[in-house]
């Protein structure tokens, strides 16, 4: 019985199927004879548009023929609905295999929802805290000696470049102008460390000199220490020991003025006699990015303001206090920490740098790469500060590996390097030498370690990834923060 009906059916369909067909075309074709009665145009403009309208209709009409093949066929009850094996998107198999916009746009709306809430509800109960006498000095006059060493430190690297004009002519022997480079580069650290600690000056303003003073001793190592390395080896192609110079090493005799100071404000700590540079300068662009700057700076201080500072303040040492109250401090503390270091860095290493580098038309702008995915400390150390990052493989790993120094010691040469610059930048505006920074820095090298052993243990990159967040971020910042908050008062106190 359904047998003798699939034809009859059949025949009904293609019936229709021609019937449409045929209205199709008789509609196109009158539409071809209005348009051709309407339209006074040459015989063979019109015999070509009438063409390419019934190759439109042609396609048009397989296509409608096609669709309804599939219709017919493919999407039937009795067409299979399960054709292969697929794995669900959330499963381990799959989860990584495809993108999760959707899923992060969702945290993003949710994050700024909940916290856009949290902002109200505390302005709501504690009012308007922001107080800037703790950044800013009430007293101008106070930081005035500060700002005047700000502006003399580009003395330091004039006269690294006298001492390299000496050398380069052949006036100085080569260990005094080492030792009077050392003599420039431990000046221009000690001369601003001077400065603030005989001056009562603000906190921002401390640490903004000191990051300042940092910096150029960095930019002035680098540059004694390269053009040391290229009059050797100037002196070895002299004496015929290697055969030619790498076009990226420079003019070994290079003492050009330009290039200092173009290195000197350009954002990196590696010295060369040239740089990769880009075409143009894009203005919009810099003043989008001097926007967002504005704005993140913004939201940086509000937090610090209205969130971090009343939970520090209302506080104990968390070294003197009970336990688990000062774990709860702690964990409270660590969200605003967060946010605010994740707002430092991308004002800094982002906007900043990425302005700096528009300005001077600097090409190589890779300030970080992906630290957050770092699969343990080592990683994140490597990429989270790029300049920082360079110039210690440059100036101080690979020297020690060349003179016969161990791949570990190297490394721990590395983070006590870092170490010392750390508790420098802190503890000198804060007038106390309590060398938390340091203990700080000095304890990644076991927890380098410890992260290593797991990743290799586990065979999987997220433990380590786990354990970075959770002691550098969550644990350790908030940590030290309290620890100098509270013996930052103490000292006041006692004054």
Known sequence: MAASEAPENHKMETATATTASSSTTSDLNFSVRRRSTTVTDSPSTEM???EDLKNNGKECDKVKNENRSDIKFYYRPSAPAHRGVRESPLSSDAIFKQSHAGLF????VV????????IIENIIKYGWLINSGFWFSSKSLRDWPLFMCCLSLPAFPFAAYLVEKLAYHNYLPQLVVVFLHIIITTGSLLYPVSVILRCDSALLSGVTLMLFSCIV?????????????????SKSIDRE????????????????????????????????????RTEFVRKGWVVRQFIKLIIFTGFMGFIIEQYINPIVQNSQHPLKGNLLYATERILKLSVPNLYVWLCMFYCFFHLW???????????????????????????YWRMWNMPVHKWMIRHIYFPCLRNKIPKGVAILIAFLVSAVFHELCIAVPCHMFKLWAFIGIMLQVPLVVITKFLQNKFRSSMVGNMIFWLFFSILGQPMCLLLYYHDLMNRKGKN
């Open 48 to 50: 070509m548009e009438s």
């Open 105 to 108: 746009n969702l945290c993003i």
């Open 111 to 118: 994050l700024v929802a909940v916290n856009s809430r949290l």
């Open 217 to 233: 001793w960095l930019k002035l190592v680098s540059y004694a220490h390269t053009n040391y390395d290229m009059r050797a080896i």
């Open 241 to 276: 020991d290697v055969p030619s110079i790498s076009p990226s090493v420079g003019n070994p005799q290079d003492t050009n003025f330009k290039s200092l100071v173009y290195f000197m404000v350009a954002p990196t700590l590696c010295y060369q006699s040239s740089y990769p």
């Open 353 to 379: 740098l990425n302005i700096l580098a528009e300005l001077l038309r600097f090409g190589d702008r890779e300030f970080y790469k992906d630290w957050w995915n770092a699969r343990n400390v080592e990683e």
